[in-house]
């Protein structure tokens, strides 16, 4: 663990919508929650997609995710619990386990698969798409495993333990940083009676999903399986959590992008001329 310096923040965001997820299922047949869809795609830029997976019935979710495309954004698998394999066109190879992390550029084109590595037990898991800027939507792809003990984490005197998977909290540097959408991405247990607070600048979208227990923004609560989208307030420097019960929870930030955001299933870019050429280099194999 990591030593933190706690700040202390001025005034923190509300929240200014609830979101329950729509049960849906993805790949070869896995079983997921979509918390974020096309529709939030522009209020929550540059984030594009949030699912959440969890079950301990194999049915759920042994089939995976066989080999598919992207095309113009970045993905990042958060994995609770599980194993999966991660193979793609671009050569690399890893096996993502409790704890660990993914980071995926898919920039001009890969073909990826995503394979459970078990056949019972408990998956559990997040996979966020951060969207890519037009100067970098056709960079070379890129990957990296982090497992469970290389990404950061600090606990408070309060007892809350976070782990710092991108950005930075509380003096903690996490993971991955990236410099144009600045993303934070933090995973947070709070203990029941405790409070956090960290700093996120104003000029992010963020959001809240509690993945056990509730959370208390303000006023508002936040009930298990349920985004909190967080208010854009110029003097709003974070944001402050509590806790009445034991709460787990992801707190996710970036920098909004701005720019028109076209998608196409697995493909994600800024005109509708481009969708159609990654269309055709799919289709003819040069994707990847």
């Keep these: 663990m990591n030593t933190a310096t706690l700040e202390t923040l001025q005034q923190s965001r509300t929240v ?14 896995v079983s997921l929650t979509r918390v974020l869809s096309g529709k939030l ?8 997609m949030l699912d959440a997976f969890g079950s301990d019935d194999p049915d759920d979710y042994i089939a995976g995710f066989p080999d598919h495309p992207h095309r113009g954004f970045e993905t990042i698998t958060y994995m609770l619990a599980g194993r999966m394999r991660h193979r793609d066109s671009a050569g ?7 704890g ?22 408990l998956m ?15 960079t070379a792809p890129w990957y990296k495993d982090f497992p469970s003990s290389e990404i950061p984490g600090y606990t408070t005197g309060d007892g809350v333990t976070v782990r710092v998977i991108a950005g ?14 600045e993303p934070l991405y ?60 034991d709460a787990r929870l992801i707190l996710v930030a970036g920098k909004p992008l701005n720019e028109p955001i076209v998608q196409y299933g697995p493909f994600v870019m800024n005109t509708q001329e481009e969708i159609n050429q990654a269309l055709e280099d799919y289709r003819n194999g040069k994707l990847a």
């Design 100 to 121: 660990g992390m993914q980071w995926m550029i898919a920039g001009r084109g890969a073909i990826h698969s995503e394979i459970p590595q078990q056949e019972n037990g």
């Design 16 to 29: 200014e919508r609830i979101v329950e997820g729509v049960a849906t299922s993805d790949g070869a047949g």
């Design 92 to 98: 690399h190879e890893g096996l993502l386990e409790n």
């Design 186 to 245: 933090l995973d947070i247990h709070i203990p029941a009676g405790a409070r956090f607070e960290t700093a996120i600048p104003p000029s992010h979208n963020a959001f809240v999903y509690v993945y056990r227990g509730k959370v208390k923004v303000g006023d508002t609560q936040v009930e298990t399986r349920r985004m909190g989208i967080l208010s854009n307030a110029a003097e709003a420097d974070g944001v402050s959590l509590a806790a009445t019960a």
């Design 41 to 48: 795609q522009h209020r929550l830029d540059p984030f594009l």
């Design 168 to 181: 930075s909290s509380n003096g903690v540097a996490g993971a991955m940083t990236r410099e144009i959408t």
């Design 124 to 138: 559990e898991g997040f996979q966020l798409w951060l969207n890519l800027p037009a100067q970098n939507k056709m």
